[in-house]
């Protein structure tokens, strides 16, 4: 009961961390790249349904990426396997949003732009478990 717990928390941690990180890459989006770069103008997003699915879809991701990180934080202390948990789950959030940009009339550079943002959003993630690893607020081992 008590690694349910922890993964749970581990998942909570992870969710909220890459949903931050979708607040702040939609606000400079729209903000800052969309107003600057013209080839960018599709980034800029209106609180619509669409933000709104974007953003339970990145609070989903990021609690299985919580999750995820802290068994692979269990099963191994190898930074390379953290590493790659970070970039397994950027790579595959990012593919998809280029993927989409094939399929677009527009150019790719948009797609290009959410694959790395996709990239930072799991490192910020990364981060913020570490942390409240660090913090004593997960615990990574089992106390078997």
Known sequence: MAERIESLKAGIIGGFSVCLAFAIASLLNTFVLAKYFQTLVCLQSDVN??????GAVAI???????????YIIRSDRNPQ??????????LVRGLTQIELGWNSHSTIWPFLVLAAESL?????AAIALDFAIQLSWIKPFSSI
């Open 49 to 54: 349904w669409r933000l709104l699915v974007s």
């Open 60 to 70: 989903f991701t990021g609690f299985l990426f919580g999750v995820t990180y802290r």
């Open 81 to 90: 396997l953290k590493a790659g948990g970070v970039l397994a789950f950027g």
């Open 120 to 124: 930072l959003w799991f490192a910020l």
